[in-house]
Nanobody
Framework: QVQLVESGGGSVQAGGSLRLSCAAS????????MGWYRQAPGKQRELVAR???????YIEDSARGRFSISRDSAGNTVDLQMNSLKPEDTAVYYC????????????????WGPGTQVTVSS
């Protein structure tokens, strides 16, 4: 089995920075994509950033220029560096690992982390 362990959430004032980390544990062969969604109270969960196994990345429009995403060489850890944070970035951030192969049958599975709270005060 695979588990995602998140760290780095917390509270910060507007303009500050936070760095979220997510590590996938288990005997993993490969992961197609890792990244972060977020969900603010009363809103739908939205994709914030994603990095594929080939290194290509996607950053959601409102976060572009402020957030960056990176993945380690083994491909099992993903970091989200968040700068110039705004109150509207306040949400629970969920790490994901899509297309995970951990068994010899080569089936792909999707996993979610439990979520970490990010609160930005004005």
């Amino acid at each position: 089995q695979v588990q995602l362990v998140e760290s780095g959430g917390g509270s910060v004032q507007a303009g500050g920075s936070l760095r979220l980390s997510c590590a996938a544990s288990g005997s993993i062969f490969s992961i197609d994509a890792m990244g972060w969604y977020r969900q603010a109270p009363g809103k739908q969960r939205e994709l914030v950033a994603r990095v594929w196994s080939d290194g290509s990345t996607y950053i959601e429009d409102s976060a572009r220029g402020r957030f960056s995403i990176s993945r380690d060489s083994a491909g099992n850890t993903v970091d989200l560096q968040m700068n110039s944070l705004k109150p509207e970035d306040t949400a629970v951030y969920y790490c994901f690992a899509f297309g995970t192969i951990w068994s010899l049958d080569n089936r792909k599975y999707d996993y979610w982390g439990p979520g970490t709270q990010v609160t930005v005060s004005s």
